[in-house]
């Protein structure tokens, strides 16, 4: 069964920083284009950013983000980053990680990050 493990989220103040990590099962990791993805309460699960697989790799980003976060991947390690600084409230929801298109695999249980002062 397929499955994607994230983790990093946590409580933060306006302003503050955070880093997720997401282990990602390393034959879809070396194929797919992969994404965050977040899902506020009342709201659709939006996609946040997305990194095209090597050698050319590129990264893209909503708007509502661009310019402080960041979305990495380690290709040792099966794993996807997404640096996010200057965190604000409206960035709180439960962050998953997918491949990125009209195609996903199954969710993961994703990880909460609260922005809150």
């Known amino acids: 069964q397929v499955q994607f493990v994230e983790s990093g989220g946590g409580l933060v103040q306006p302003g503050g920083s955070l880093r997720l990590s997401c282990a990602a099962p390393g034959a879809i990791f070396s194929t797919y284009t992969m994404g965050w993805y977040r899902q506020a309460p009342g709201n659709q699960r939006e996609l946040v950013a997305s990194?095209?697989?090597?050698?050319?790799?590129?990264?893209n980003y909503a708007d509502s983000v661009k310019g402080r976060f960041t979305i990495s991947r380690d290709y040792a390690k099966s794993t996807v980053y997404l640096q996010m600084n200057s965190l604000k409230p409206e960035d709180t929801a439960v962050y998953y990680c997918n491949t990125e298109g009209s195609f996903t695999f199954p969710w993961g249980q994703g990880t909460q990050v609260t922005v809150s002062s």
């Open positions: 990194i095209t697989r090597s050698p050319n790799i590129r990264a």
